[in-house]
């Protein structure tokens, strides 16, 4: 189908709908009970799903496998990213052993280091970081990983920026300064677990 | 100091400030120069800080060391949080072994999976999944982590709740419904990553 122009609120809701149809053992499905399992309003289902697949047809609803098929190549998850990991600490090697990305079509090439304790994870190999540039514009990578400390994450970024990188996925707990043009995603686990332990706190109190 | 409610836009921005002085190396560091460094909006900083701690001195700013204290143990960082993940897959298995948690009090205190493949990871044991009720009441645990299958995920939060566990950190990409007074912290990685490849896709077509 033609490539309609969708809302970043619309791209937010399509990974969710994939991990349930994946989840789902039957052929046929309509929008009405995917919003019911998913305790999502009706109309909101529907429009999503008519944005990124043309199969819908009334009474019978979504083929599931077509429908997943839709959503994956609108996500670009049938296109493999190529990205490349800096800061080969323990959350580094943690993404570098993860294969769970390969699911969502993301391809982690190889880590970058300024002091690599180790050679390779899981068959990828750690580099220096003096050996960035030339990796990127070699493998013409568009995608970097930041697992740095929050102290060094500004830094990386401006040199992977240098390199040709054009999104950032963040996982320092820091705020990050980019040119227009580069996106940057934030995964603030910090964050995360503050917001849990103060809840915890709060119930520990009462 | 009298602990003060704080919103939890300012508990979000903590653990930011936290990690930028732990990165730095000065006896002394004044609001307007962390507001500087991390391009953050003076009054907001002076704010945020005089809720947490009560070291701030005119002309001086605060004593870094003692700032890092009290911000660490508002968060409850001092406090060490037990938590149980289920899902010993690959994410699961990656976080059971990643370290860096122990620095913001968390201590993951082991895994449970419905069809465990290990016994354990990083010395940290692997249980079926019917031994949870009787872990949790024991060791009287409030923190749950989830990194099942988005299938399986509302299963698990169940029966979690009905262990006692009153805060969860999902990594499963679906949403999940929790009666009042849990409180449930998405960390969805799908979804970071499909706003990235969207966005490079769209860079790619310029």
């Known amino acids: 189908m033609e490539r309609k122009e ?6 937010k809701r399509l990974p969710g709908y994939l991990s349930y149809l994946k989840g789902l053992d039957v052929q046929y499905i309509s929008a009405t009970a995917i919003a019911a399992a998913l305790n999502m309003g009706e109309v909101q ?6 944005a990124v697949s043309d199969g819908g047809r009334p009474k019978v609803g979504y083929e599931r496998a077509t429908l997943i098929d839709d959503i994956s190549s609108f996500l670009g998850y049938d296109n493999t990213t190529d990205a490349i990991l800096v800061g080969a600490g323990k959350l580094g090697q943690a993404l570098l052993g993860y294969s769970g990305f390969d699911a969502y079509g993301l391809n982690i090439l190889a880590a ?3 002091n690599p304790a180790a050679r390779e994870v899981d068959g990828k190999q750690i580099f220096p970081v003096c050996a960035l540039p030339e990796f990127c514009k070699n ?5 970097g990983i930041i697992t740095v400390p929050a102290s060094a994450a500004q830094e ?10 054009k999104a950032i996925w963040n996982f320092a707990p820091t705020h990050l300064e980019v040119p227009k043009g ?5 995964e603030n ?16 109190k009462k």
Chains 1, 2 share one sequence.
Do not use: E, P, Y
Not at 189 to 204: C, D, E, K, W, Y
């Open 182 to 186: 580069i996106l940057v995603q934030n």
């Open 139 to 143: 493998r013409n990578v568009l995608m």
């Open 6 to 11: 969708i809302s970043k609120a619309v791209l």
């Open 45 to 50: 289902v529907r429009k999503d799903l008519a």
């Open 189 to 204: 686990m910090a964050t995360s677990l503050a917001v849990l332990s103060m809840h915890l706190q709060a119930q520990i």
């Open 156 to 165: 990386v970024c401006d040199r992977l920026i240098d390199c040709g990188i």
């Open 112 to 114: 970058f280091d300024v």
